[in-house]
């Protein structure tokens, strides 16, 4: 099935340092939903962008849907212990929710982080 | 956000048995739940989507045949892994969209780990 280049795969960071990640794709979504999943749990939504452009925060988290519409970038600030756990980028063809509007994730990117 | 319930949690099974997994939105009604698979150290795949009161729309390369879905109501979407193997074994989730609005947000369930021996 088709999926969202991610980057990076992994990172190992120390307690405060800020992160940023990002999702490409060939072809254009009108909208990015970043989720966050811990182990032997289902993904949980952190933030949502409909606009080309917007950029939208959410605690330590930003994320920005890029102009092209092809990418998107999460950023966190400050991380945690807490933040640990596997992030993914989703793209959704259109704005709108239906059966035929799927979600595509992205490869995903495990952030650790070491106290 | 809204609550989506799956359930069990966690199932093994003897290879050659049918497993039923259930998958329940507990505050909206949905008339799509899509259901996905996850490898260890993998993305999610999305397998079907699932229409209540009509048949599941499969994604290429998924055996309808061997993942039964059924959506009964609009509130409970089943998946049957029938005649299991351990190539089976994996991770598979649900979500669901709430109606209406302009929100494309779908909203996953806690995932069921099957495991195949």
């Known amino acids: 099935g088709q999926q969202l280049n991610q980057s990076p795969q992994s990172m190992f960071i120390q307690e405060g340092e800020d992160v940023s990640m990002n999702c490409t794709s060939s072809?254009?979504?009108?909208?990015w939903l970043w989720y966050k999943q811990d182990p032997g749990e289902g993904p949980v939504l952190l933030i949502a962008l409909y606009k080309a452009g917007e950029l939208t925060s959410n605690g330590r988290l930003t994320a920005q849907f890029g102009i092209t519409r092809k990418d998107s970038f999460l950023n966190i600030s400050a991380s945690i212990p807490s933040d640990v756990g596997i992030y993914f980028c989703a793209g959704q063809p259109t704005r709108y929710g239906g059966a035929t509007n799927k979600l595509i994730f992205g490869t995903g990117t495990l952030l650790a982080v070491q106290p | 956000g809204a609550v989506v319930s799956q359930h069990p949690s966690r199932v093994i099974c003897k290879s050659g048995t049918s497993v039923k997994i259930e998958c329940r939105s507990l505050?909206?009604?949905?008339?799509?739940m899509f259901w996905y698979r996850q490898f260890p150290k993998q993305s999610l795949m999305l397998m079907a989507t699932s229409n209540e009161g009509s048949k599941a729309t499969y994604e290429q390369g998924v055996e309808k045949d061997k993942f039964l879905i059924n959506h009964a109501s609009l509130t409970l979407s089943t998946l049957t892994v029938t005649s299991a193997h351990p190539e089976d074994s994996s991770f598979y989730i649900c979500?669901?969209?709430?109606?209406?609005?302009?929100?494309?947000?779908?909203?996953f369930g806690e995932g069921s780990r099957l495991t195949v021996l």
């Open positions: 505050d909206f009604q949905a008339t799509t």
């Open positions: 072809s254009i979504f009108n909208t």
């Open positions: 979500s669901a969209r709430p109606p209406g609005g302009d929100t494309g947000e779908l909203f």
